[in-house]
């Protein structure tokens, strides 16, 4: 039962790339003994002069990077951001080494490049230095790349935070994974399984202040239909109210049909997915939160998988912890 706990053409520009692929820098930052990377969650530092910090460029990093998360009930921005001078970032130890990194370098006789560097030095760690010699060059790049630049910082945190769960893997949750839904999934030891029936998991972890929840469920792959939004919505909210009962008689968790899904085609592991953002509620009581939904076709099993997350933190930030759920969802593998 859900309890309430107390709880960017006109110019000619020139992508430079020196990354390596991640399973690579995986097995790099395990082989090679890389250091750990360091910052807050979803923290990106920015460093340019403080000539270059204003007008119209901040307008640019908070447009790009600083926009509201969809699918929260409060608006938190997709990165909080730091603003670092050159001089305080390489007179530094410890920011050179932070996860998520963007250089803005604006001289004479620069050339209209954009470099990025995946864990060179750290693990993980996305650094991207843009260089230009005017500022209309500056904010093309940042244009057309921000997307790129955008993947690569979140994805950043879920290499992490899949990393801590590794090291702290609930390996019964894992193989009771694998023989149900024939692929992986890995969590901490500090989730267990809440219920479990013959196709549906559902899967938690409790504090004194919050709740992080997951629901896996699997049916026959018969149509293409079964991808569309009604379909999805339709598909969580009958298991919500089949499995997942709140704490009033006759309550359940359901999807808050009154604000906008927001959906997206991704890559999580192994598997092509279609995300659906949202929030859900509790009917006939008065519990809500967000919820980010996974749906993907298994072609082991060919079978449809959904994976719907959902998070209770009353009256809180949300965005972090919602990411703790996706990453969960970013260690789905194949089976072998």
Known sequence: MLKKIFFASAFAFVL???SCSHKQSERDALTNGLPSSGGKTLEMIIVTPDSLYKGALL?????????ACDGLPQPEPWFDV???????????????KHRNILIIDKRAGNPNTIRQSIDSKVYPQAIFEIKADNMDSIYSLLSRYAKTIRYHYRDNEHRRMYNAYKRD???????????????????????????????????????????FDIMIYKK??????????????????????????????????????RMDIIRDSVQMGDFAMLESRGQWRLFGDFMAGPFVNYIFKNPTSNELVMIDCFLYN??????DLLMQLESVVYSAKRLK
């Open 314 to 319: 009353p009256n809180k930030p949300k965005r």
């Open 82 to 96: 730091a603003h670092l001078t050159p001089s305080a970032f390489t007179n530094s130890e410890m920011f050179p």
């Open 169 to 211: 893997e609930n390996t019964k949750i894992t193989e009771a994974i694998k023989k149900t839904f024939s692929f992986s999934m890995v969590m901490s030891a500090d989730f267990y399984i809440a219920k479990q029936e013959k196709n549906f998991f559902w899967i938690r972890k409790e504090t004194q202040k919050e709740s």
């Open 220 to 257: 026959p792959f018969t149509s293409n239909e079964l991808l569309l939004e009604k379909k999805i919505i339709d598909l969580r909210d009958s298991l919500g109210k089949a499995f997942i009962p709140g704490p009033m008689k006759g309550s359940y968790m359901g999807t808050e049909t």
């Open 59 to 67: 307008d640019s990093i908070h447009q790009l990077f600083e926009k």
């Open 16 to 18: 430079i790339l020196s």
